[in-house]
């Protein structure tokens, strides 16, 4: 079974422009997470979605970060415009019912952001 | 919210030592803490993890004790070899219901490196 897949696996911009970054989670799983880890810190939660509605997004830094998960399937996260503080890198996960509920989440690789 | 707190960021160890990490959390009503293993260009991993009702877990040569009234919760790796090193993370969260369902409070992360 695949597990949870991200990409591109880098990606390099320039401030002020747009990326979008995508995860497909686990084929089955309506719990699809997004978190960051900027700079060597601690990974933070952005946001959450139960099938293709968002649950929680409450992490959401602001209005430049916009995710979608059309369908309920695999979801974006596009950063429109980019500034340097959004490097790091980000990443999806994903579980079939709420982490804590006798499963775990599973995590994608990442995306690392670079912003110049 | 959930606050968690991890020591040290960095730890060395001579192979076959024991290594230990330490995280403290905020919130009392979290109840489930997952210990994560992310090597070099993967995602974070699940190693282990340890409910509310429950002191202490062990696996093979990792195990997990929780100290509900203190709020604290550590990783015990024994015999650690050089295949241990790598970036581990503790994380909190509480079971679906709560505002925080479903959502992962992360530490800063230690960098273990074991010596051959």
């Known amino acids: 079974e695949a597990g949870v897949t991200q990409f591109p696996s880098h990606s390099v911009i320039e401030k002020g422009q747009t990326v979008t970054l995508r995860c497909d989670p686990i084929s089955g799983h309506d719990n699809l997470y997004w978190y960051r880890r900027v700079m060597g810190k601690e990974i933070k939660f952005l946001l959450h979605?139960?099938?293709?509605?968002?649950?929680?997004e409450s992490g959401m830094p602001n209005n430049r970060f916009l995710a979608e998960r059309t369908g309920g399937t695999y979801s974006t996260l596009k950063v429109q415009p980019a500034e340097l503080e959004d490097s790091g890198v980000y990443f999806c996960?994903?579980?079939?019912?709420?982490?804590?509920?006798?499963?775990?989440?599973?995590f994608g690789q990442g995306t690392r952001l670079t912003v110049v | 919210g959930e606050n968690v707190e991890q020591h040290p960021s960095t730890l060395s160890v001579q192979e076959g030592d024991s290594a230990v990490i330490k995280c403290t959390y905020s919130?009392?009503?979290?109840?489930?803490f997952p210990w994560y293993k992310q090597e070099l260009g993967k995602g974070p991993q699940l190693i282990i993890d340890i409910r509310s009702n429950v002191g202490e877990k062990k696996d093979q040569r990792i195990a997990v004790t929780l100290n509900k009234t203190a709020k604290h919760f550590s990783l015990h790796i024994t015999e650690t070899q050089p295949e241990d090193s790598a970036v581990y993370f503790c994380?909190?969260?509480?079971?679906?219901?709560?505002?925080?369902?479903?959502?992962?409070?992360f530490g800063q992360g230690t960098i273990l490196t074991v010596h051959p």
């Open positions: 979605f139960v099938k293709e509605s968002k649950q929680d």
């Open positions: 994380a909190a969260t509480r079971h679906a219901g709560g505002t925080s369902y479903g959502k992962l409070t």
């Open positions: 919130d009392s009503a979290s109840n489930y």
């Open positions: 996960a994903s579980t079939p019912v709420a982490v804590g509920l006798n499963t775990e989440a599973f």
